[in-house]
T-cell receptor, first 113, second 115 residues
Framework: AQSVTQPDIHITVSEGASLELRCNYS??????LFWYVQSPGQGLQLLLKYFSGDTLVQGIKGFEAEFKRSQSSFNLRKPSVHWSDAAEYFCAVGAPGYSTLTFGKGTMLLVSP | SQTIHQWPATLVQPVGSPLSLECTVEGTSNPNLYWYRQAAGRGLQLLFYSVGIGQISSEVPQNLSASRPQDRQFILSSKKLLLSDSGFYLCACGLAGVGGANVLTFGAGSRLTVL
């Protein structure tokens, strides 16, 4: 079975600074990987996904993530954070033939002025 | 693209009362449908999923049940609510992408408070 670890429960970043949110997964083969964002009281919105091919994937809102097989990681990055990026971010893993995704517990991003 | 409607958006119910949360999907046919529950600090917990009408898989045994009476309708129910049923319930729709991966689209959620 797959599992996902997001080591950071909360992260505070200054507006304009760079951001990296960590995600580690456990799965025996190449997984499908996702990052979602959730604003307070709202549903989840897909930021980006990785299925295969180029290990650096671009998403919406200026986010990108890099799949590193050797480290079992799929970290989310953004070069310059905006106050509107404050939200909770979830990493998720899926696999071929599986109908479900497994989510991490989330990282809450706070953006300071 | 698909749109997911969930209602009610907010619900306050006494312990022991019944529950019905409804989810409908527009813009697609024969989707996979999911109910997740979100509690503070615990991430998303998959409760049920369905790959077709009348087909329900339960991930966590508990006080809840799910039904899929129509292709694009997914209902979460309880006969008697417990305090521990409080939470934020999210319906999601999954469509097969490359290699059969399910890309999930989420509804706006239903906030349930059991008193």
């Amino acid at each position: 079975a797959q599992s996902v670890t997001q080591p950071d429960i909360h992260i505070t970043v200054s507006e304009g600074a760079s951001l990296e949110l960590r995600c580690n997964y456990s799965y025996g083969a190449t997984p499908y990987l996702f990052w979602y964002v959730q604003s307070p009281g709202q549903g989840l919105q897909l930021l980006l996904k990785y299925f295969s091919g180029d290990t650096l994937v671009q998403g919406i809102k200026g986010f990108e993530a890099e799949f590193k097989r050797s480290q079992s990681s799929f970290n989310l990055r953004k070069p310059s954070v905006h106050w509107s990026d404050a939200a909770e971010y979830f990493c998720a893993v899926g696999a071929p033939g599986y109908s479900t995704l497994t989510f991490g517990k989330g990282t809450m991003l706070l953006v300071s002025p | 693209s698909q749109t997911i409607h969930q209602w009610p958006a907010t619900l306050v119910q006494p312990v022991g009362s019944p529950l019905s949360l409804e989810c409908t999907v527009e813009g697609t046919s024969n989707p996979n449908l999911y109910w997740y529950r979100q509690a503070a600090g615990r991430g998303l917990q998959l409760l049920f999923y369905s790959v077709g009408i009348g087909q329900i898989s339960s991930e966590v045994p508990q006080n809840l049940s799910a039904s899929r009476p129509q292709d694009r309708q997914f209902i979460l129910s309880s006969k008697k609510l417990l305090l521990s049923d409080s939470g934020f319930y999210l319906c999601a729709c999954g469509l097969a992408g490359v290699g059969g991966a399910n890309v999930l689209t989420f509804g706006a959620g239903s906030r349930l408070t059991v008193l």
